[in-house]
């Protein structure tokens, strides 16, 4: 009887010892889970990644020529930017398509989803409370698109004449006319907005310069809408990421926007997008 209960008490301890593991180990398995922004993977220089071999980029689709569909392939200027990190790292780019207020509110890279966040996305001081960003990659200014026939040619003009106004939402577009009396609009997308331009149910848009030239090389576009202004708010895009961002891959990113832009790289992206030279656009 003693000894029984002496081996019983052993094999009791045992048990006791493995259920313990398994709960620690459950705990452990359960908290990485939960902590989706843990990365997986590391790149050259020990970057951290979301997903081993890959540089995973949040985005808002579509935004031409920034980022936009050819078939299934998404491509545009912001692509072939962090595709310049891409490389440098030893890793493919894959984006995710997401909603802009995701990314501009940090949330997107907070979570894990991305790791960087490129979407033609405004450096500003409420947006650096949430997101940490590289050096600006480009120079932005906003602009004005109108149906032919207005007589507008300034803000001015849109609210004297009672025009209806339109914005994309949670962009510094709909930031800037706001902070000049107007409540315009809010559409979802970029697309949205343009689509409630030609259907009549806004008379003007605002939004970023590069995309209103862009959508101006369309015939359908050009034959019925025309560019009444140029609204130059000093603005500069930055590649996004989490704040308190991995200082070897924010460094990773830095060093290949300056090296483009020293080698010629940058300029040879800028005119495959633009058809123009930094600093003739406009």
Request: charged share 25%; glycine share 10%; with cysteine.
């Amino acid at each position: 009887m003693a000894l029984w209960s002496s081996r019983r008490r052993g094999y009791a301890v045992g048990t006791l010892a493995i259920t313990a593991a398994l709960a620690l180990s459950a705990c452990g398995g359960q908290q990485a889970g939960t902590d989706t922004a843990q990365p997986s993977g590391t790149a050259a220089g020990g970057a951290k990644l979301v997903n081993a071999g890959k540089l995973t980029t949040c985005t808002n689709i579509p935004y031409e020529p920034f980022q936009f569909k050819e078939g299934d392939k998404v491509v545009g200027f912001d692509v072939d930017i962090v595709d310049l990190a891409a490389k440098k790292l030893g890793v493919t780019q894959e984006i995710v398509d997401i909603d802009f207020a995701q990314i501009k509110s940090g949330a997107a890279m907070a979570s894990g989803k991305c790791d960087v966040a490129a979407a033609g996305m405004t450096i500003t001081d409420e947006r650096k409370q949430n997101i940490d960003f590289s050096v600006p990659y480009f120079d932005a200014t906003q602009a004005l698109l109108a149906k032919k026939g207005t007589g507008a040619t300034s803000l001015d003009d849109v609210k004297a004449k009672g025009l209806k106004l339109g914005a994309q939402a949670s962009t510094t577009g709909l930031d800037y006319v706001k902070g000049k009396g107007f409540d315009p609009v809010e559409y979802a997308d970029s697309s949205k907005e343009l689509l409630a331009l030609q259907s009549g149910q806004a008379d003007v848009i605002v939004q970023d310069l590069p995309v209103v030239l862009t959508w101006l090389k369309k015939p359908d576009v050009a034959a019925k809408f025309e560019m009444i202004a140029s609204l130059d708010t000093g603005e500069q895009y930055g590649i996004g990421l989490k704040k308190n961002a991995d200082p070897v891959l924010l460094k990773a990113i830095n060093d290949s926007i300056e090296t483009a832009k020293k080698d010629g790289t940058y300029e040879q992206i800028f005119v495959k997008w633009f058809g123009k030279k930094p600093g003739e656009l406009g």
